[in-house]
């Protein structure tokens, strides 16, 4: 039986894992060894290992670094201390395979934990392009280190093939998240109402704003207060608001957010509302604001408009239902107010295509599990080759 390493650090990433986890926990191959670190062993952000506890999985080891700082200083120290837990983890677990998603930079700690121990990688939603923050290095650094893809389009599929990495090894799977919504895993319109307060029936914004790690934190409290005013135009909305993730200059946007709430009655401020939660509420909002990852990928299927501010979000694959705009209380203002009465845009929104399902079903889970069951692992999984494609393999990402 295959030993499968998943490591988890931050409640969004989790929540994409899950359908993930799932699958290698039942699949009679594989066995899971689930490590949790991070943002989920934080209390005033939801302490959210108990969702991970809720959903019955045995956790196999806690990683507890996470410093009680924005600074740069503490979260590069976070990471150092990952890293050198991590490893005393790996060598006592002995996995076959470690299983990592995404591009946040807690991921570094073990990657190189287990490129060092020359255990194999296997990457989830590689190959994607954020400009506008750090995540971008972070996931081209793992995409290089790892030693199996799992793209979620056919694009980002090629784009890690133009970056030498060897065909066998990229596996166009889909976008995790869209497979916890064909499987209804979310929360019902009561649930939503008896645990956070949520009224159902009436209108409902969701709100996520995270910092734009390539600016300095001057810049996030100058954006986040840009927001704010914008917001204050749709006083008739209940405005759910969540925490940012764990980055230089997350506090400020936290102190700014409580002082909006505590000013107005309409909004609702949520450490974490949980996947099941979040997808809940997707479902039943009006429009989805901010610079989250979820309003381009998740919230198309639901056919929910995104006001995707800033360029946190640039150079992702978008769907029709995006609207871009930037940072200013104007243009932000103007992009809700199209999301939310442009009569031929609403219309248009019936008809989307989300590109990150790309087959259609989402079945995600399923394709990576039988990739993790069947991959020989052996020096040729370990051993990286650069094999850069000739331009006609194009067509074998349906790339144009």
Partial sequence: MRKIMAFTATRAEYGLLKPILRGIKQSPKLELSLVVAGEHLVQWKGYTINEIKKDGFKINEIINSSLASDRKEALI?????????????????????????????????????????????????????????????????ITKMAHLHFPATWEYGWRIRQMGEEAWRIHVVGAPGIENIYNNDYMTPNELKDQFGIEPQKPIMIVTYHPETLEKVNKT??????????????????????????????????EAWHRYATDNPNVILKESLGSKGY??????????????????????????????????????????SIIDVPCEEKEIVKGIKKALEDRDFRQRLKGVVNPYDPYGDGNVSGRIIKVLEEIPINRKLLEKRLDFPVPEEKRNYHVQ
């Fill in 77 to 141: 120290k976070s990471v150092g201390l990952t890293t050198i837990l991590l490893s005393d983890t790996i060598r006592k677990v002995e996995p076959n395979i470690l299983l990592l998603l995404g591009d946040r930079y807690e991921l570094l700690a073990p990657a190189i934990a287990a490129l060092i121990q020359r255990v194999p990688i296997a990457h989830i939603a590689g190959g994607e392009t954020t400009y506008g923050v750090l995540d971008e290095q972070v996931r081209h650094a």
């Fill in 279 to 320: 997808l809940g509420l997707m479902r039943l909002a009006s429009v989805v604001i901010g610079n989250s990852s979820s309003g381009i990928i998740e919230a198309p299927s639901f056919h929910v408009p995104t006001v995707n501010i800033g360029e946190r979000q640039k150079g992702r694959i978008r769907a029709d």
């Fill in 221 to 254: 409290v100058i954006e986040i207060e840009e927001l704010i005013k914008a917001l204050k135009y749709f006083p008739q909305y209940q405005q759910v608001i969540t925490y940012p993730g764990t980055e230089v200059g997350f506090q400020s946007i936290i």
